[in-house]
């Protein structure tokens, strides 16, 4: 039986939501979750097995084939969505508090994203008012009625670097277009997740249009391999992304990917660093690094680099790390062991490779309990490092020198991925001129953020299709054609 750190504060649960109640899972397997601040277990949830799945997915299969939710309209639905909305908005303390200890997330991240989670479900419970499902089309011979129709049974299946945000941002578009789901989040953070579920049982949805199950990837790719499922949402690794890709390929299965990423800031000659370093200083950091659009990389022209290392080094030795319950921490642990783990590997391939490094490196002093890394600025970095290249997900920043805009671009786009991106130039219109170069799903012009209520996702292998407003509910739709 495991033993709780007697410091608990947040719930454990023991039942899966399945088929509109909480439901005893097939066997008695939970998921310890390890607190990432001092290691510690302090809770438990089930682990949800195959037969679990199959229940899932026969529940949201009969809530679409034979349920009311896909034969409402458009209007009816979103009355839903708004309420699971109002639900969550009542829940965010709670599952701020939950996502700060299972993830390690500081207060001011974990408000942040969960802030992310209501504006998706005002946008889902909107998207009706902006899209049209059904329209009239003539072409030379004929006339019809043009019809989007919902696909089917959703699996989505989500990582655990902002779970609730996440999740939402899948489910709300999927519900609106009228599909069904069977969710899956990760085992590392399924609190803030159960919570979550809590919220979309008091919106009272009809029975099996959500059903809530936590487990690893073993489990997750027999819900994404299950016949039942006709539509894979996927947050995950570029790895994972691949292996889901080729399950579902023989089914000619649907499937949306939103993958890892190594996004670039490129900084002009001729920018005055304070309009750069509000947002450029927390924009790779964040949650600790873990953040898929995460701005990585800082191109810089060869002769400002002194000057850029300089100014970021101050910043991030600036920033308070620790305890993320703590008043003032912006910089909570790693996730898990096996994250630090990987971020102290890379940050040793970097140095072995011939990168300067210019801050941090190793574990806070004070912080050997936990899971922390402190932030790390690597300079003289090359495009063909692996440090350059592959995504660390954790505090580590490449300062990248170049010598000509070209050859700036040229080392943004060379990386396999393309999900987020920031040019800071003097004026917006030479910005935007080099934005429109980089490709990438998303690009701060002078800025940088996470935009997601407008469609978001990558180029290459960042993923495949966007989230966010309608094309987000688009990816949950088919196409049908009436003639006449
Ligand atoms: P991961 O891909 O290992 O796991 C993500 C989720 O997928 C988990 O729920 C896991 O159990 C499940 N999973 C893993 N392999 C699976 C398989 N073969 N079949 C079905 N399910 C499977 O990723 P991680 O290390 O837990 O998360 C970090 C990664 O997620 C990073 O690469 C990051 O960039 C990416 N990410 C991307 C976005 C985005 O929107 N692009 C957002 C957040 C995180």
Redesign the pocket.
Known sequence: MTTLSESSVIPSYDKLFIGGAWVEPATDRVIEVVSPINGKVIATVPDATEADIDRAVAAAREAFDHGPWPRLSPAERATYLARIGEEVVKRIPAMSEAFTNEIGAPAVVSAAFHDNARKMWEDAATMHERFVFEEERSWEDGHGTLVREPIGVAAV??????PVA?GSLKIGPALAAGCTVAF?????GPVSVMMLAEAIEAAGLPAGVVNVLPA??EV??Y??EHPGVDKVS???????GR??MA?VADRIGRVSL????KSAAILTEDVPLENVLPTLVFAGLGNSGQV?AALTRVLVPRSRQEEVVGAMVAAYQGLKVGDPREEGVMLGPLAAERQQQRVLEYIGIGKQEGARLATGGGVPAGLEEGYYVEPTIFADVTRDMRIARE?I?GPVICVMPYDTIEEAIDIANSTEYG?SGAVYAADDAAAEKIARQIRTGQIGINTWGMCVTQPFG?YKQ??LGREGNVEGMAAFLETKLMMK
Request: with cysteine; hydrophobic share 35%; glycine share 20%.
């Open positions: 299946i989500i990582p655990w670097n902002g996440t899956k989040p990760a085992p590392e690893g990837r997750g790719q819900l994404v996927f947050t995950g690794s570029t790895v994972a292996k889901i399950a939103e993958l890892g990423g898929c995504e997900f999900l990558g960042s993923g």
